[in-house]
């Protein structure tokens, strides 16, 4: 409460929020900071259970692939809502699309609780992944008007940090949830939207007023961004390899507990969330070539998962690879803040966060032919030596490309 005591003591004067009372003020520096943490919830409340999700709805098919749907449909529902928030969430409505949002994530999110349609369990993963997404650009709209100047820049950071650790937390939750009461269980979770709704009706009583910013007068081209659009889309379908395909190496090796499954993700996060506290002194050294060391570290760490003999070499090889995953998406939105005008940066970053969730979409299409042919263990060895592979082209074609690399 510190750290949040200084921030509310750095806000200027033109900052909104300073017209409130202390007690509101303080309940919308709460909420603003702890809103990510639902988005979270889209994979931690099914990844601790996938094991028990797909032995429910396997039927005759790909058990394993059946599981991963029922993750990969909220972030499908995450990356369309990116790409249509721009029109979604206005000036005018900013208040009431939070509201509306929230509550749709929490029904969304509840519906594990009784769904028994394996299709309308995907559907209320789409509908939910979308909501969240809106309820993120809402309330991330909001946290620029309310506050600005360095106020502004430290609750952006600690909101990171927060969703980082809820991500964690509730990780490790839902796994003891699954464990104890069956893989609907996690469902429960998403009563903290819920709650966030109610709160947000106390703390936000008045429409919230956005700054009019000037429009650009050159038009935004998503062929600027290419080499970033794609590299992040690569880097996303690394990065869920922990959450997405980790439970089912495990289970090959005879390690079927959802508290130890759930320990893997959540220490991949934990690492990442470590690693990201280092970002900012590695890319003012290294630049670009950050992510040739991330990917480098991420291939080498899924490469030794595959090969691993035991569930603790495991866990060491999830280290290496979180620290590499924990500089992917900072130095995406770094790249995306050092080449992209002030005025095109929210299009461009809504661009980028579609790619890192359509990312998480393709992971199980693109790993299952791999998988079914030669077994998860290789799978793991095939995706780590695809990112090594890509960071000796950067690396190693990055005086001939200069162009290329200039713009990732």
């Given at each position: 409460?510190a750290v ?5 003591q750095?806000?200027p004067?033109s900052?909104s929020?300073?017209d409130l009372p202390?007690w509101?003020?303080?309940l ?5 900071l ?8 889209a994979?931690t ?24 749907f029922v993750?990969?449909?909220a972030?499908v ?6 790409l249509?928030?721009g029109?979604i969430?206005?000036?005018?409505n900013l208040?009431t ?9 929490t029904l969304?999110?509840?519906?594990q609780l009784?769904?028994h ?20 650009v809402?309330m ?16 952006i950071g ?5 969703s980082?650790?809820?991500t ?10 699954a464990?104890?009461?069956?893989w609907?269980a ?8 819920g709650?966030m709704?109610?709160?947000?009706f106390?703390?936000f009583?008045q429409?919230i007023?956005?700054e009019q910013i000037p429009s650009?007068r050159?038009?935004?081209?998503v ?6 659009l ?6 996303s379908?690394?990065?869920t390899?922990?959450?997405?395909q980790?439970p089912?190496?495990?289970k090959e090796?005879g390690?079927?507990?959802a508290?130890?499954?759930s320990r ?8 990442s ?8 002194f ?10 040739v060391?991330a990917?480098?570290?991420m291939g080498?760490?899924f ?8 569930y ?18 900072p130095?995406f939105?770094?790249r995306?803040l ?6 095109k940066?929210?299009?461009a970053?809504g ?5 890192l ?14 998988r ?9 060895m095939?995706?780590?030596?695809a990112l ?8 190693g074609w990055s005086t ?6 200039r713009a990732i």
């Amino acid at each position: 409460m510190a750290v949040i005591s200084g921030v509310v003591q750095d806000m200027p004067a033109s900052s909104s929020a300073t017209d409130l009372p202390a007690w509101r003020r303080w309940l919308v520096i709460v909420i603003l900071l702890t809103g990510g943490i639902k988005s979270a919830l889209a994979f931690t409340s099914v990844v601790p259970a996938l094991q028990l999700i797909a032995a429910e709805f396997g039927g005759a098919g790909d058990s394993v692939l059946s599981a991963q749907f029922v993750v990969t449909l909220a972030p499908v529902g995450m990356a369309v809502s990116g790409l249509m928030a721009g029109m979604i969430v206005s000036n005018r409505n900013l208040r009431t699309t939070m509201f509306l949002a929230l509550g749709v994530c929490t029904l969304a999110g509840l519906m594990q609780l009784v769904v028994h349609n394996y299709f309308l369990l995907l559907a209320s993963r789409f509908v939910l992944g979308f909501s969240a997404v809106v309820a993120d650009v809402s309330m991330t709209s909001i946290l620029a008007a309310q506050f600005s100047g360095a106020a502004r820049s430290k609750l952006i950071g600690f909101r990171q940090a927060i969703s980082s650790i809820g991500t964690v937390a509730t990780m490790l939750l839902g796994g003891w949830l699954a464990q104890h009461y069956g893989w609907r269980a996690p469902g429960i979770m998403f009563l903290l939207p819920g709650i966030m709704l109610l709160l947000a009706f106390l703390a936000f009583d008045q429409p919230i007023r956005l700054e009019q910013i000037p429009s650009s007068r050159e038009r935004f081209s998503v062929w600027q961004l290419w080499p970033l659009l794609l590299l992040s889309l690569v880097m996303s379908i690394g990065h869920t390899m922990p959450s997405f395909q980790m439970p089912f190496l495990l289970k090959e090796n005879g390690i079927t507990s959802a508290v130890l499954v759930s320990r893997v993700p959540a220490l991949s996060s934990t690492i990442s969330i470590l690693s990201a506290f280092a970002f900012g002194f590695v890319y003012a050294r290294l630049g670009p070539w950050t992510l040739v060391v991330a990917a480098t570290l991420m291939g080498a760490g899924f490469i030794g998962a595959g090969l691993a003999p035991s569930y603790e070499i495991i866990l060491l090889c999830v280290v290496i690879e979180g620290v590499g995953a924990g500089w992917t998406i900072p130095f995406f939105l770094n790249r995306i803040l050092d080449r992209t005008d002030p005025a095109k940066r929210s299009s461009a970053i809504g661009l980028v966060q579609s790619s890192l969730f359509l990312g998480h979409f393709l992971n199980p299409l693109i790993t299952a032919p791999v998988r079914l042919t030669l077994g998860i263990h290789a799978t793991f060895m095939v995706v780590g030596a695809a990112l090594i592979l890509i960071a000796v082209l950067i690396g190693g074609w990055s005086t001939r490309f200069r162009n290329t690399v200039r713009a990732i």
